[in-house]
């Protein structure tokens, strides 16, 4: 079957029909999720950039944009090329875009749609602005801030400096702001307030210096599911979630729970032959080899059968331990339903994603930018 062609008749069939194993997602849930965060960004007066490189998926990056978001945010230079190509735009590239194949790319972006990339290095920034230039284009620049994640990202003092030089270019890359991911912070409730008083220091500083150096600032990018409530903390004027939309194993803690997880994997037993476990058609290229959360077993978790645990996963395989609830009773051929561990890891080893609503398919998504890895 082709990369993302829909299988004729599926839409309007009951997911329960669909061949497993298969990616869908709750569209009431998807849409509750959507319309959430928008209304968090227009009441704290925040500009929401969703990352898409959740969902990779146009009709959703469409659904976001029609909630109120003011761009999309991706990763890799690839995924940036699909989504303009798409017709979307303001985009976000927010990763270091290293090489002359990446720069060439989101030199072609710019000429298409408003970019703006996040870097951390003149390594990145003068090439892609040398490049911009001499096409006649323009891309706005935030300088990453690293805020505790210790992944990309510059301290307050390197930031400027960098903000300096990217100032100084005359021309390709027009500075900004600043941009941060606060992505270390997983915890709940008070530790995540915590957290973002220190993050919010560390913005802060940073915004004294470029202030002391005349340094243009309007935009400050920043965000995370995790946090993405207590945002207003934080001195940002942008957002960046991106598993907020599907959420997950993994995220179903503080504002969120697994209720309202949007994404399923639809998996079938194919074998009960060795007695106290089944076995699932939806191994790690099907559900990714994610682990569990802290203080969690399993490879994702079935909420309707709740002594079912996924202890291993082959390629094609995903070895449950049944328990003596109801997974005990299930046969060959019966359909078990698991929310991931990692809604974006998942997303990415799907063709296409099932848009069901109480339990009928509406829509079946292509996943545009999925294995855009460049
Ligand atoms: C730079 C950056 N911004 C935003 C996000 C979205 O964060 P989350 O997955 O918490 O929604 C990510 C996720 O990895 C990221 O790396």
Not at 41 to 47: G, S, T, V
Not at 73 to 79: F, P
Not at 150 to 166: I, K, M, N, Q, Y
Not at 311 to 318: M, Q, S, T
Request: aromatic letters at 4%; proline letters at 5%.
């Amino acid at each position: 079957m082709r990369a993302g062609a829909a299988v004729e008749g599926e839409v309007g069939r009951a997911v329960a029909e669909l061949e497993t194993p298969a990616l869908t997602v709750d569209l009431d849930r998807l849409e509750a999720n959507v319309a959430r965060a928008a209304a968090y960004a227009r009441e704290r007066c925040l500009a929401l950039h969703p990352h898409a490189k959740t969902h990779k998926t146009a009709e959703i990056a469409r659904l976001q944009l029609a909630a109120g978001a003011a761009g999309i945010t991706v990763a890799k230079s690839e995924e940036a090329a699909l989504f303009a190509a798409a017709g979307f735009g303001p985009l976000l590239a927010h990763y270091p875009s290293v090489g002359p194949a990446k720069v060439e790319r989101l030199v072609g972006v710019a000429a298409v749609a408003d970019l703006t990339v996040a870097l951390d290095s003149w390594a990145a920034a003068e090439p892609l602005a040398r490049a911009l230039a001499a096409a006649g284009r323009q891309a706005e620049a935030l300088i990453e801030l690293d805020v505790g994640l210790r992944r990309t990202g510059l301290d307050p003092a390197g930031a400027v400096e960098l903000a300096r030089r990217v100032e100084g270019l005359g021309g390709g890359l027009r500075l900004a702001g600043l941009s941060c991911y606060p992505g270390h912070l997983r915890g709940e409730g008070g530790e995540i307030e915590a957290g973002l008083a220190a993050v919010a220091a560390t913005l802060g500083e940073a915004i004294e210096l470029f202030d002391a150096a005349g340094l243009r600032r309007e935009r400050i990018s920043g965000g995370s599911t995790r946090t993405l409530y207590c945002s207003h903390l934080t001195p940002v004027t942008e957002l960046r979630p991106g598993n907020y939309v599907f959420l997950d194993r993994a995220e179903a803690v503080g504002p969120y729970s697994l209720e309202d997880c949007a994404l399923r994997v639809q998996a079938s037993v194919i074998s009960t032959a060795v007695p106290g476990q089944v076995v699932l058609d939806s191994g790690s290229k099907t559900l990714s080899e994610a682990g569990p959360p802290a203080g969690l077993r399993g490879f994702g978790i079935a909420p309707d059968l709740p002594g079912l645990e996924v202890e291993r996963l082959n390629e094609e395989h995903a070895v449950a331990r049944v328990g003596d609830g109801d997974a005990a009773g299930l046969a060959v051929g019966d359909r078990v339903e698991l929310i991931p561990n990692h809604a974006c890891s998942c997303v990415n080893l799907h063709d296409r994603l099932y848009a069901q609503r109480a339990g009928v398919v509406e829509a079946v998504f292509p996943l545009l930018a999925r294995g855009a890895v460049h």
